[in-house]
Nanobody
């Protein structure tokens, strides 16, 4: 069994900061690319940032310069440092991971963590 679990969401004022964490656990042979996605009410899920196992990073234009994605390959963890948060960053944030387990490669989603930016 493989699980992907997010943590770290919450309520923050505009201009504030939050750090999200994503933990992949279970019978993992290898974690390939990992990414953060978000879905606001009434909108489609969108990519926020992703990071390859080798470290190549991609950001959505809307978060460039404000968000920083990172990962710890030894611990199968991924992080999203979010600074200068705006009300439009309010969404459910999901972790996504491409994982090889028992010879099978699958794409896993976490259950999501709510981020609310409001005064």
């Amino acid at each position: 069994q493989v699980q992907v679990v997010e943590s770290g969401g919450g309520l923050v004022q505009p201009g504030g900061s939050l750090t999200l964490s994503c933990a992949a656990s279970g019978s993992i042979y290898r974690v390939n690319a990992m990414g953060w996605y978000r879905q606001a009410p009434g909108k489609e899920r969108e990519l926020v940032a992703d990071i390859a196992s080798g470290g190549r990073i991609n950001y959505a234009d809307s978060v460039k310069g404000r968000f920083t994605i990172s990962r710890d390959n030894a611990r199968n963890m991924m992080y999203l440092q979010m600074n200068s948060l705006k009300p439009e960053d309010t969404a459910v944030y999901y972790c996504n991971a491409d994982i090889v387990s028992w010879g099978t490669r699958m794409n896993y989603w976490g259950q999501g963590t709510q981020v609310t930016v409001s005064s």
